[in-house]
């Protein structure tokens, strides 16, 4: 993501239990906030997105607050990685005075949905969170197993063991969430915190739930071609299975005229009595086998056993009405021996 829309703010930085004042300016951009020097110019810290776990305005008060590891607390760098193995992660806060406090929470809020739409934009492009979206069979329970990221079934779920402390020494269990892995994964890319609790938390605190996993793999559900007319319900895990021998599926045909036709109306659509084009049948008349789509011309100008008008439109003695039929293959024998309209040579 370039840097774009960039919000800058002139506001005064509280330390020192807000007794010591310094001019900075605050901006906002979709790489976080840069805290820099109104008078040096100097960048005093840069804190990425995926370490605000959220901010508040206090009356002329903009509270910033700031997740890093517990070794590197107190001073170290903004930019201590959320994820790091320097023990359980604590937040702490930064104060800022300014008259402008509502309009960086806004700015803080809007660029925080570009950042969302661009997490989405990617998970899209690159499908890798998606929960299961399948009939269920029992769709309460399903709803009970919703990965609240995706809405869907959560899929290779992971729990939340997210323990930490904060700034006082005050301890706090880990929130329980469950997700599906892709969702929390791209999720923390942009806030290292739980989705639904807001408690701290990095990938390093996830851990596979294999008693969800096998409580969805064995949910029941509709096949998925249901509205084809399939009646089946099989157990999640066993429906790749079920799919690929199902008769209810859409297949191309084999022979390659580009119609979709059911896997149980495959044989018929290639059959002669079908309707593909490219399947080979009979001619009723010479019964030489050739594609359907060919047959009409095959018919009309090749079949040797079709019944033709004389070429030269003689017409039988009882029926002048009609010019004399006669078979392709005899036509030859017809004009030497018997059509009166034939030319002849002159002895």
Known sequence: MNIVDVSTFPVKELAGGKRKQTDVRLTVSLQGVRIIDARTQDIREEIPFVLI????????????????????????SAGASSGSDGGEEVR????????????ISDAMSRTVRKVQEHILQQRRRTR???GHYCNFVDEEEARNLECSICSG???DAVMCDNGYVDEFGKHYPPCGCVYCMGCIDVALQWRPECPNDRQPLCSAQLRADAKTRQHVLMLKVHCDNRANGCKECVPLKDMPAHLRGCMFMFEECRLGCEKKVLRKDLAHHISPEGDCPLAE???????KQLPRA????????????VAVPCIFNCRPAHDPSVITPVI???????????????PVVCP
């Open 328 to 342: 392709r293959r005899e036509m030859q024998r017809h004009i030497d021996t018997h059509c009166p309209n034939a």
């Open 153 to 155: 079934v959560v899929r």
């Open 92 to 103: 702490r806060q930064k104060y800022f005075l300014t008259e402008e406090s509502t309009a």
């Open 53 to 76: 776990p959220g901010w508040s305005v206090q009356g002329s008060y903009f509270i910033l607050t700031v997740s890093q590891a517990n070794s590197a607390a107190s001073g170290g």
């Open 128 to 130: 890798r969170s998606e």
């Open 281 to 287: 049948v009979p001619c009723t008349h010479c019964q």
């Open 294 to 305: 060919q047959l009409e011309k095959h018919v009309q100008d090749e079949c040797p056993e």
